[in-house]
């Protein structure tokens, strides 16, 4: 059994999905302090100018770093749902198939919500459902607690899911002790992601690592879904 772990991120880049696909269980982090640097409450899509712009959710951040993610509420002074709403449509409504994503997102901009956790969450679930990827997510909050450091930790994770490998980014290999997990009897994989080019009507040239939503406003779900589809089984072609 292959299990990914990952902290939540708001509409994510299709590498965070790819990972998500080859997994047969895919943990959401939800007890993990926010990374400032991270895509933990905010993405980046693409303006009517081809320039990168973040969509960010705001939280309160009396005291965050000593809290847990999903203990995380909204900033209730700002409403970020209508300054997000309104930058897509400015950014996309000329796409051929904003229409029929929009329809999909919407929730997101018109529900309401209190923590963080639940607006990422409902991101995730969206894009998962949209991709067509049937992989079961478990969140980090219904398991044991994980004690330790960062190897220790996965490992406990990984334990509880009675895992025999552990899909990993490549970023990770810096810090990752090889025989602790060889040890508990986990083989360490690494996603090996190619991010496909695909048209953006915004951008003359290919902006890559931006929200999966770009792709979806450009191609639609059908082409998407085969694009996203068949990067996956190329990446399980060269053995991932």
Known sequence: MIVGIHQLHYFPWMGYLDKMAKSDAFVLLDEVQLNDASY???????????????????????????RKYNELELNGAVDWQTRQKNFIQDSYRKHPYYAEIWARIEPVFTGKFERLTEVTEASVDILRSIFGIETPLVKQ?????????????????????????????????????????ENAGIHVVYQQFTLPEYPQKNSAEFVPGISSLDLLFNCGIEESRRIFWENVARGHERGE
């Open 40 to 66: 933990m409450f905010r993405h980046t899509l693409l303006d009517k100018n081809g320039e990168k712009k973040y969509i960010t959710i705001p939280f309160n951040k009396k005291g965050y770093m000593q």
């Open 141 to 181: 909050s219904s398991l044991s607690f994980a004690e330790g450091q960062k190897n220790e930790f996965l490992i406990h994770i990984l334990q509880q899911l009675g895992a025999d490998r552990y899909l990993s980014g490549n970023g990770a290999r810096k810090y990752m002790d090889m025989q602790m997990f």
